[in-house]
DNA sequence: CTTAAAATGTTATATTATAACATTACAATA
DNA sequence: TATTGTAATGTTATAATATAACATTTTAAG
C-alpha cells in the first residue's frame, strides 16, 4: 500500500489541488464554483472528497466558519484533532502543531473526570500582518 | 439599568427557558418545534432571541455540532470564548471554566506573533458516566 | 408624552449538507 | 483473466441551518 496521497481519486485530487491553492479556508460552494469546469458538477461530489481528505488527514474543517483547508504538515497527524489560530481582521489561518496542547486538555478534562479522546480548538485574534497594520 | 437576565423579552425568556430546562444541547429548529405554542412561529424568531442570549453570555453556541445551550454560570464572563468538554456516547455538554486557558492560550498565539482575542474549544470524549458503563 | 433604539412578525430566500439509488472503477486474489 | 467485493462516482432530490428585507410594535430613557 503506498502513501495516502498517492491514492487519490481524480474528484479528491481536484478538491485539495484547490484547497492547496488558495491561501484561505474555502467554503465547500466556493470549491464547488470554482472547479465546475473539471468535472465536478454537484455538492455531493465536493462534500464527499472533502469527507475522504478529512479521513486521511490531508484536509480540516473550521467549524466556526463551515470551511476546508488543506494542511500544509507532511505526516499530520491531526486526522481528528485541529488547532487553528484566526485572523479576525484577513480571515488568514495558521494551523498549531506543537502536541503539547494534547497533554494539556488531557489535564484539564481529568479534572473533570473527563477521558479525553480528541479536540478542536479555534482561537481568534490579530495575526502578525494585521497587527502591524494596525 | 438591572442585570441583563431581568430584561429579556418574552422570545428571548421563551428560548432561553427551553435551554435551561433541557439535559443537551438544542438545535435553533428543536427549539422552534418546542415552542410553536408559545407564539414564535419562524425560525429567524428563534435565531434572533439565540443571537441576543449569546450576546449577554447566557447561552453559547457548540460550533462543531450547530447547537446551543444554556450557561450555567451565575456570571458567566464567556460572552466570546467559550470551552467545552462533549461526551461523544451520550452528547453531554459540560462547560470549563479555569480561565487559566485564556492564559496558556495567548502564549501558545504569542509564539506565532498571533495577538489573542478569544477562543472556542472543544474537547471530545467519554464523560464520567459513560467510562464507568464502557 | 416624545422619541429613538430595539424587538417583533412575516414572507421569502440563501447557505450548508445529506438521502437514495443506479452505475462504474479498481484492486485483490482464486 | 475472470471474479468479486469495496470504494468511488454521477445524478436528482431534499433536508437542515441560517439570513435578507421590510413594515410594524414595544420599550425604556429623557
Redesign the interface.
Known amino acids: 500500500m503506498a502513501l495516502a496521497s498517492v491514492n487519490l481519486t481524480k474528484n479528491q485530487k481536484t478538491v485539495l489541488d484547490i484547497l492547496e491553492n488558495s491561501s484561505e479556508p474555502l467554503k465547500a460552494y466556493t470549491i464547488l464554483f470554482d472547479i465546475q469546469k473539471k468535472g465536478i458538477k454537484s455538492p455531493l461530489q465536493v462534500y464527499r472528497a472533502l469527507d475522504k481528505l478529512i479521513e486521511i488527514g490531508k484536509v480540516h474543517k473550521i467549524?466556526?466558519r463551515n470551511s476546508y483547508v488543506a494542511c500544509k504538515h507532511e505526516g499530520c497527524n491531526a486526522k481528528t484533532s485541529t488547532s487553528f489560530?484566526i485572523?479576525?481582521n484577513c480571515d488568514s489561518v495558521?494551523e498549531?502543531t506543537?502536541n503539547n496542547?494534547f497533554s494539556?486538555?488531557s489535564k484539564?478534562?481529568e479534572?473533570?473526570?473527563?477521558?479525553?479522546?480528541?479536540?478542536?480548538?479555534?482561537?481568534?485574534?490579530?495575526?502578525?500582518n494585521c497587527?502591524l497594520k494596525n
Open positions: 467549524e466556526s489560530l485572523c479576525e495558521t498549531l506543537g496542547l494539556y486538555f484539564q478534562a479534572k473533570n473526570n473527563f477521558n479525553y479522546k480528541k479536540h478542536n480548538l479555534e482561537i481568534f485574534g490579530l495575526c502578525e497587527k
